[in-house]
């Protein structure tokens, strides 16, 4: 049996480095299909998802070299169209990129129907109306192919804010004249993605508001960009000091990315103090509920969501968290309530007591947050504690055993 194995109670302290944004990193990765040059992208976190994209392009005839553990050139210049099996587009969510790439590349695509973790209703029907308005016939089925018409300019209002919706479109408008985009996501990944392109050539602006106003790229520059931090696996640390315990330095961080976050902490007693590019978590264990509510940044991220239950399950008092953006994120509960947790489920609504200690146990994780959950409660847990289908962890934080093994915790694989 392969998986991670935890004993908790180790408070943690020391210095801890944060990496790349996984989001960032995938969609800037695949969004190079959609221009031909050579391209230096550095902070490229060492995960499973980054993994996938690189094999993505490396379907479509791309050159990518490893300069070092946390840096790749991508030489896009000859790829062409290409089909991605079914097993690879269902290995992560944001495979469906290839998509408007190929769009603004050749002109059409064909794709399978992406997979990435299951936590909710996740339809694309927002990325192909932004396909259609840009002058795309669309036919959609288990297969989703589209091919363009010669349209100049494209406006089009999203029904609702949707980040891969709005990345997609992204992608596909950088072959129109002129493309304005209404009720965008404003994710700071998305504008991670944006810089990256606006170094390629392209003019992108508007983001940090509900409106892009994107003309394509006429001239390609070969650029070299680096990759945000990614603030919620630094969120992740923060929760994993504060119910462990101790003194933690988080680096590599950009503060305002974390404002939300940062502010749920505090209002349960955890100090956080802030640096122009690092965060210090100081904790005794201890802490108070709250109640939370997900929304679309700047709100309070549901990525970072299963982590806050998993916090909260050991809290002094009640608490309550209200999942907004996705309705089935709630994959977590069986096991932390295994673990001793006192939660139960109304709808789109948790309702947490807080216990005096978690317990180990043999668990599972189900996705990628909820794995993380699992991770923190673990560290603050009683006794030992086994976490299986690990791979799902690995698909979005880097070298996580070993990161948290430099601060104090007592984890290891299971072998």
Known sequence: MSGIIIKGQNKLNGEVNISGMKNSAVAIILSCIAIPGVFTIRNVPQIDDVKTAKEILLCFGATIYDMDEETIRIDSTNVKNATISKSLMQKMR??????????????E???????????GKRPIDQHLKAFKAMGAEVCDGNIISAKSNDLDECCFTFDFKTVGGTINAILASLRLKKTILKNVAQEPYIGDLIDFLNCCGANITGFGTDELVIKGIENINNCSYTIMPDYIEAGTYIAATAIAGGNVKINNVVPSHLEKIVESFSKIG?????????????????????NIETAPYPGFPTDMQPIMAALLSAADGESTIKEKVFENRFGFIGSLNKMGADITQDGDKLYITGVEKLSGASIEAVDLRAGAALIVAALGANGITTITNEGHIMRGYPLIVNKLKQIGANIDYIN
Do not use: M, Q, W
């Open 109 to 119: 695509f064909s794709i399978h129907l992406p997979g990435g973790c299951n936590i």
């Open 94 to 107: 944001a495979s469906y990129y290839v998509a408007g790439a190929s769009l603004t590349r050749f002109g």
């Open 270 to 290: 955890i100090e956080v103090l802030k640096d122009s590019n690092s965060l210090r978590v100081i904790s005794n264990g201890e802490y108070r509920g709250t």
